[in-house]
């Protein structure tokens, strides 16, 4: 098997740049070794009872119980009764083939010290509000530490926080303990875990959040947190001499999420000091973040909504406002300023790369949870119990509205790999050949280059040639040859829908669309191009039954070559697959109470949502590939 891997990487260049990939770790060789790589999915974004928001909102779920689940295992979740057992019990269709659990480095070492008897600071004030009124202590905590520009550690945390900094190598140990258990390391290789964190930088209710993720069981001795290093800057540099400068083994990734809710601050052209990015900063921040989340809990931020392209599917789980602080004033409707969103930030990269040289921004896109519960991977609608956001912990009942009505399910990250390894998955997430999707395990394909033949949709070596004429997502155009000089770059991609479960279809696929981004003097612009299926073709649902209805596709192709390309500028193209119509969550809920709008004033107040005529009740599902770049030096 591995000769053959050998052999297919001399053959195709799209393979030679980037594999074998470099093995870090003793472990059992996978049986299940693919040279043309397979689509593994995972959830890189899970918080546990380590994290004091979890924990403040009622979940009581391990980083151990939270890799249960992942690997298919039933796990009880909030409210609890008096004796201490779950009331809800939940379950995943489908095991994941991956999972992080990345607790908040902020405040690791206070929730351990509130949650654990004895220990000096249990007995303070803010750890009894805490436990007593854990809602309250919840909200007070969040808006002193985790919602401010410089939080100061609490009192009890001793002479320059250090007995909960301290405090947090308990936690952080359990962690790693946690995604070691989990990790197999047999030549089954059924499930991966990395250990990571959350870096929680949230200046005046702005997230600039990184998730961190490191390559092996080599890692820091405690995490960084936005409390000791609170810029990007300071978490690149800890991360840097922490681990990258020890050439011990140790690698890792850092992966902002919600730009949608960073009021523009987590992808900035200027560096901490207030000055225009240089090469150098530039090239850090390349080195360091490849990936971005583009959904998740928390809303979606592929693009603007009424943006320059007029984008309807820009509508997709967006947010109404541009930072948490303003989701709890329901009148207040904000503007979020521009690079808020994934697509204005992938754009301008290449106004910087024109720049500088080099592109900050150069992202590939992941979807992840942001559970709350401890549940990597609960993304279907009909079985949305919410992620913790606002769950009351106080009540013994089950609330009917499980979560915030503009909120949602979460995606996942799926990664194309050769095995199920860590070496192999992280070698695939820093080369960024991933996409994320808003929840169904649809299975894409991207390739460009500059000679695919018009019938490779009807090939049977469709992966071969893509990467023997290419590269995948993720990758940079080859030169253009002066052959092709002239002619546009050409993009094959293909996708299949997700088939289901047992009792639980997945819904058909509508189309594929090819967003393209370029450069023109000085400015950045945006194009869609329909590529394959029909955005027409009248897909829809029955509420009454949540049952899909209409023309379907079982899978889409499409060979698409640039009509407008101008080798002068740089430019970067990705794909987006649209299903056709489905039931969002909030439908499913007003299923199951049986609700009748026929008369609405006899609705109780909890369950005015279903009759609301301005919330959605259907949603179209979909994924996004990392883009491929071109950048006119390549000539």
């Not at 297919?8 to 030679?16: C, T, W």
């Not at 290093?229 to 690149?236: Q, S, V, Y």
């Not at 200027?270 to 921040?285: F, H, M, N, S, Y």
Request: glycine fraction near 8%; include cysteine; charge should be negative.
């Amino acid at each position: 098997m591995r000769r053959t891997a050998l052999f297919l990487v001399a053959l195709m260049p799209g393979l030679a740049a980037t594999a074998p990939f470099e093995r870090t770790e003793e472990r059992e060789p996978c049986a299940g070794y693919a040279p043309l790589r397979r689509p593994f999915f995972g959830d890189t974004h899970v918080h546990t009872v380590l994290s004091f928001d979890a924990w403040g909102q009622g979940t009581r779920n391990t980083p151990r119980d939270a890799y249960r689940f992942a690997r298919g295992e039933p796990v009880g979740i909030q409210p609890y009764d008096k004796s201490g057992q779950p009331l809800r019990h939940v379950q995943l269709r489908r095991p994941l083939d991956f999972a992080v659990v990345t607790d908040h480095a902020e405040l690791l070492g206070e929730t351990h010290i509130c949650q654990t008897p004895g220990v000096p600071g249990h007995d303070s004030f803010i750890c009894v509000l805490a436990r007593r009124w854990p809602k309250l202590g919840y909200m007070i905590v969040n808006s002193q530490m985790l919602d401010v520009a410089d939080p100061i550690r609490y009192g009890f945390c001793g002479p320059q926080g250090r007995d909960c900094i301290e405090a947090a190598a308990g936690p952080w140990q359990e962690i790693q303990q946690a995604a070691e258990e989990a990790y197999d390391r047999s030549a089954s290789c059924r499930f991966t875990s990395f250990v990571g964190y959350e870096w929680t930088g949230n200046p005046d209710s702005s997230m600039i959040h990184r998730n961190v993720i490191f390559r092996n069981a080599i890692v820091p001795e405690r995490p960084s947190t936005y409390i000791e290093d609170k810029t990007a800057e300071g978490l690149w540099r800890k991360l840097r001499s922490d681990c990258l400068d020890r050439e011990n083994g140790c690698d890792v990734l850092a992966i902002p999420h919600n730009s949608n809710l960073s009021a523009g601050l987590l992808f900035r052209t200027e560096t901490e000091r207030g000055t225009p990015l240089t090469r150098e900063d530039a090239q850090t921040r390349a080195q360091l973040e490849v990936l971005v989340e583009v959904t998740q809990h928390k809303g979606d931020s592929e693009c603007r909504a009424g943006g320059p392209t007029a984008d309807e599917l820009c509508g997709f789980e967006t947010l109404p406002y541009a930072r948490m602080s303003e989701s709890v004033i329901t009148w207040m409707h904000t503007t979020p300023p521009p690079l808020s969103y994934v697509r204005e930030v992938l754009a301008e990269g290449l106004l910087q790369q024109r720049k500088l040289g080099v592109n900050p921004f150069k992202l590939g896109l992941i979807g992840s949870t942001d559970s709350h519960l401890g549940t990597p991977g609960l993304v279907s609608e009909d079985q949305f119990v919410g992620h913790a956001a606002g769950t009351a912990t106080s009540r013994l009942e089950i609330p009917i509205l499980p979560d915030r009505i503009e909120y949602n399910p979460g995606g996942l990250a799926v990664v194309w790999a050769e095995e199920n390894s860590r070496d192999a998955l992280f070698a695939a997430m820093r080369r960024r050949e991933t996409y994320g999707t808003s929840g169904p395990r649809m299975i894409v394909r991207f390739f460009g280059g500059w000679d695919y033949p018009e019938n490779l949709c009807r090939s049977h070596a469709f992966v071969e040639q893509g990467y023997a004429l290419g590269v995948p997502m993720g990758g940079d155009l080859p030169p253009l040859s002066p052959k092709e000089h002239g002619s546009g770059p050409v993009f094959a991609v293909y996708a299949t829908r997700d088939p289901g479960t047992r009792g639980h279809r997945g819904t058909p696929l509508q189309r594929i669309q090819i967003i393209k981004l370029w450069e023109e003097d000085g400015a950045a612009h945006e194009r869609i191009y329909e590529v394959a299926g029909d955005p027409e073709n009248g897909a829809r649902v029955d509420l009454a039954t949540c049952q899909t209805q209409g023309a379907e596709f079982n899978s889409l192709c499409a060979v698409w070559r640039d009509p407008d390309f101008d080798p002068r500028q740089y430019a970067a193209y990705y794909a987006r697959v649209i299903e056709n119509p489905s039931c969002r969550w909030n439908t499913f809920v007003c299923l199951r109470e049986e609700v009748s709008c026929t008369d609405p004033g006899q609705l109780a107040s909890e369950l005015e949502f279903c009759c609301d005529p301005a919330l959605p009740k259907t949603l179209q599902e979909r994924s996004w590939t990392s883009p491929i770049w071109y950048s006119p030096g390549h000539r």
